[in-house]
């Protein structure tokens, strides 16, 4: 069973545009969370999805927003960048996204804003 | 808020040594899960132990879960060059389930051959 995909692994961008991340989790799984991590906050709750819709949501600004597709592949979109944006974003799976089930992840893109 | 929070060690052993490290949290949760991340790239699962576990071992790995400290540690035995690893544990929010982790600082382990 292939594991979660995340895409593209590595990304430069300048402050002020716009990017996007690509996550296909494991197939089957319908739940699919967004952290950022940075050396100084450490990883990070964004938000996530199931079955299209956003359940929960961290404390990050309207500029962080995603959306999930039918066949539970998620994107995240993170606009007018800031430097403080770099960091390595991890998407993570899970089955039915309920208590007690693990939460598997990608590799990670690493964003550099300049 | 974070949750999980790992005494901020970065340990350095020999190979074959055992290997502890802490992790507390302050509220309830469902369950903990520790995770090891090698320079900084996908975070790794290992293992998962519920918030009615005491105990839980996989291979060289064991976890403990004292949920009235609200403290859990994990301990990799007869280590190897391998586990040279950031280790992190996180939890999950009872009120969220496990779509909403929070995770602790990590602790960096570095095994010498």
């Known amino acids: 069973k292939a594991g979660v995909t995340q895409t593209p692994r590595y990304l430069i961008k300048t402050r002020g545009q716009q990017v996007t991340l690509s996550c296909s989790p494991i197939?089957?799984?319908?739940?699919v969370s967004w952290y950022q991590q940075t050396p100084g906050q450490g990883l990070q709750f964004l938000f996530e999805y199931f079955s299209e819709t956003q359940r929960n949501k961290g404390n990050f600004p309207g500029r962080f927003s995603g959306r999930q597709f039918s066949n539970s592949r998620s994107e995240m979109n993170v606009s007018t960048l800031e430097l403080g944006d770099s960091a390595l974003y991890l998407c993570?799976?899970?089955?039915?996204?309920?208590?007690?089930?693990?939460?598997?992840f990608g590799q990670g893109t690493r964003l550099t804003v300049v | 808020s974070q949750q999980g929070e790992e005494d901020p060690q970065a340990l350095s052993i020999q190979e074959g040594e055992n290997a502890t490290m802490n992790c507390s949290y302050k509220t309830s949760i469902n369950n903990l899960q520790w995770y090891r991340q090698n320079s900084g790239r996908g975070l790794v699962h290992l293992i998962l132990i519920r918030s009615n576990e005491r105990e839980k071992h996989s291979g060289r790995l064991r976890v403990t879960l004292d949920t009235s400290k609200k403290s859990s540690s994990l301990l990799i035995t007869a280590s190897r060059a391998a586990d040279t690893a950031s280790y992190f544990c996180?939890?999950?929010?009872?009120?969220?389930?496990?779509?909403?982790?929070?995770f602790g600082k990590g602790n960096q382990v570095v095994v010498i051959p």
């Open positions: 996180a939890t999950d929010l009872e009120n969220y389930g496990n779509n909403r982790l929070a």
């Open positions: 993570a799976s899970s089955n039915l996204g309920g208590k007690n089930t693990e939460a598997f």
């Open positions: 197939s089957g799984h319908r739940s």
